[in-house]
């Protein structure tokens, strides 16, 4: 009989994962880092099941060891695991641009298949951690990198073994709670341009407490100092920005992709503005006298230098504030992140059969962003405003324009660099604790139970943040007769609407005036929003054999389990009124209780036979019950089935075929239900308005009317691992994947939903505000149920080890993902977006058709150690909803048109050399250099959330140098 045993216990994914392991990265290390004789030819079993037995699960999984982040000399678990192509970086320190009204920042959050971080489960030694963010996603920074024992990757659907949020897979960190020793590891790294400065240090030890007891401590620290903004990179500071066609406008595509593109209307000295009938029909404005007059930095008139083509927002050529300065983009490349963190793992053998353990997570993590910073291209300046500037040049005197036109007011645009941008400072603290049992019942049975209480404690501070009603307030200024200047809301003749506090703030030219600094003070304020969030996570499972089967024993897993995730958020009085400019805070409540059972069985059904070496079959049905309560909205209760079915197939042991097909449920999490509402603001073309280009408000959040969503899930694939001779240290796997979800939970983009309205989605319409003049005034966008998302692809995986004389070794592992179609369909239609490596504000990001990852390691002797990593992604579009130059159907007239639409593809190196020697006894250590992104390869050339480039998917840092040092012992 085949021995049964829990796989909650032991780890946690089907055991063919490993098929496409190399023996190295599948063996058991000891604390000096390798394999024992008697593990050195024994793969790890990991499975897709709670049952882990003698056959292979349908399953695909891939597994990721410890050695990974040395051969990567990777600082942490996340960063290591986001190279390999099933996963998209969506959220590191490079992407916090993309959403910085969300508040966290700097976290490693994982995304497979780029379907979004909350459809990815990511627990550790297979049980839930701890949530980080109000989405019920874990970040990895949490978790101490140098316990890692390895990742295992469920790149399936999964719902129905481990409940809610697995729709594209799970991630299961597996920790080295057996460690017998010492542990160390210290490392630098700086950028070849001397930013991005990373120090991490850690250290980890295990020890036997007599016969029963074992404790396993570990931690580290880690500071990144990261990477400014736009200017600080050429690729950037120089990059391409969209140039949207004027309205009636002709002999250009709608959309221009070109550099030397520069905002005007909100010049940080400011500049008058022409209505937006002056743009109608035409490249550069018709400006009247009073229009494209700008001012030095002390406030004296002179004329805006304009480019060839000029729209409402952009200048193509013609002057600009400096290179990379965008008042609309200015984000740091790489968010400034530190985080420190540490496990403890008590484990005690009660009785040979009985096992009790204790565990405890403490992780804490801090960033640095900022919002940008307040702009506005239509401030109305009246004519009575004693800070208007003269001028002997009659026409640059304003006062002289407006009188010749009878004018009593004119609009200014300025983005109000003087007083600078808010700053968002994010930390958080992660409190874990488990406790839990195994228990051998003996005939192959198997009890295991854990309990585990978690607290997120998370705090974002918004530091001088723009108050849009005191700025315009203050700008618009009297002279009273004493020759004093005060706000114009005091020199009224009412009195319901005076501030005693309000400043007049001199908008002409650059801080100017002596009560500027106090003007400042006066219109910014700090906030803060605070989130609590409490689990409570209780359960048991079964594991066994009831009968056996002529092929086998017949393997069952029964188990409940209880969860209850509360969040609770607080935010100053002033977000609660929702008067900052961008990223305020909201009060947040919600709590979500859920109750499931689960059962799951494997059936062998032919083995050792001709043609049928192994032939079984496997389901899994789960029950879930979902309570959920707001102080807010109404409670609402519900419940969904989820269900999975697999078989593999071996006509001989060296070849396995396995198919999947499943029903996975996500339920909408607190955040996404009851969460934070923030104000900000984001740039589109308006097709309503014969795609103007423009800047529109925009409010994302929750909507507490949301539904769960229903994702069919079918995963085909073959595994090959010949077992003898040359060929048998080989292995290969090619995987198929098909995800289906209905009633998709997502935010949809600003310009996604304004050109949806446009062409008729009643949805997206309901979503636009537009004032009498067709203006738009706010945009909602919030979570909403869309029609349908698909997701569909290969995935491929394959290793090989080649020994070269004496203990010189070459061993290569390669990922490649194939992306054929990420699709989502609205009332309107699909939108493709497999390919789309370009990165749009306001629209939904895309993945790579093609990515690969190759990792070569050369061992020679016994104390050098090279390492190759090779990453390559695929030339592509930059945006789904464009049709480029080169593109088949393009039309210059079309509303969509573009002068391209062709992204190019990246390669990048990376090397490291690594030095070990023994320090004496059993211990080694081993120091290492090596640089990342060897050749300095670039982003591609395309506009990006931080104004060029897209830091999901390509390199925004640069060569980068790293050195370190690891002792074990």
Known sequence: MRALKSGWATGFVSLSAILAATPVLAQDTTAEGAATSEDANQPIVVTGSRITSGFDAPTPVQVVGAERLEQRAASNIGEALSEIPAFRSTETPASSGLSPAAGYVGGRILDLRGLGSVRTLTLVDGKRFVPSTTQATVDTNMIPSILLSRAEVVTGGASAVYGSDAVSGVVNLIMNNKLDGYKFNAQLGTSDYGDNNVFQIGAAGGWALGDRLHLVVGGEYEKNTGIDGCPERDWCAYGKINWGRNPGASGVPANNILSGVYPWSADYEGVTTP???????KLVPTLRPIDGITFNRDGTPRRYQFGTMVNSLYSVGGESDGPGENIYFDFPIVSPTERWNAAAQLTWEATPDLTFGFGFNY???????????????????????????????????????????????????????????????????????????????????NFDAYYQYGRNEFRRDLINGII?????????????????????????????????????????????GATFAAAADYVRADGFQTNITTEHVAAANITGSPIELPAGPLGVAVGVEYRSDQVAGDTDTLSQQRKFFTAGGSIISGKIEVIEGYGEVEVPILADTPFFDELSASGAVRRTHYNRSSDFNPSSSLNVTTWKLGAVWAPIEAVRFRVTRSRDVRAPNVSELFGPTTNTTGILNDPQRDGLQMVAPITLGSNPNLVPEKADTLTIGMVVQPTAG??????????????????????????????????????????????????????????????????????????????????????????????????????????????????????????????????????????????????????GFYNAAFIGAEQEGYSISLPNSSSTNAMPGRFYVDLLATYKLPIGGDGNASVYFGADNVFNVDPPNFPGANGSGNNVLFNPVGRFFKAGIRLNY
């Open 275 to 281: 209505p937006s009938s002056a743009y109608t029909g």
């Open 363 to 445: 992780g804490h993590g801090e960033g640095r962003h900022r919002a940008v910073g307040y702009r506005n291209t239509a401030l109305v300046i009246n004519a009575d405003n004693p800070f208007i500037p003269r001028s002997s040049d009659p026409t640059l005197d304003i006062p002289t324009i407006l009188a010749e036109s009878n004018a009593t007011s004119f609009t200014l645009g300025k983005g109000f660099d003087d007083i600078g941008p808010a700053d968002l400072i994010s930390k958080n603290d992660v409190y874990r604790a488990v406790a839990s049992l195994d228990y051998d019942m003996g005939n192959g049975w």
């Open 468 to 512: 849009t009603e005191r700025l315009l307030r203050a700008i618009d200024s009297v002279e009273l007769g004493n020759g004093s200047i005060v706000c114009r809301v005091n020199s009224d003749a009412s009195t319901a609407n005076d501030d005693p506090a309000c400043v007049p703030l001199n908008p002409f030219g650059y801080g100017q």
């Open 726 to 875: 040359f060929f048998s240290r080989f292995r290969a796997s090619v995987d198929y994947y098909d995800i289906d979800i209905k009633d998709a939970i997502s935010t949809l983009g600003q310009q996604n939903i304004v050109t949806r309205c446009y062409q008729g989605d009643p949805l997206s319409c309901s979503l636009v505000t537009r004032d009498g003049g067709g203006v738009i005034t706010n945009i909602q966008d919030t979570f909403q149920n869309v029609n349908e998302l698909i997701a569909r692809g290969v995935d491929f995986e394959l290793s090989y080890r080649q020994p070269l004389g004496g203990e010189n070794a070459l061993t290569l592992r390669t990922f490649v993902s194939h992306v054929r179609d990420l699709i989502t369909v609205d009332a309107v239609g699909p939108t493709e977006r497999a390919g789309q490596t370009g990165l749009r504000g306001g629209t939904p990001p895309g993945i790579p058709d093609w990515t690969a990852d190759v990792n070569a390691t050369l061992e020679l002797g016994d104390r050098f150690e090279f390492n190759t990593h090779l990453r390559w992604i695929n030339k």
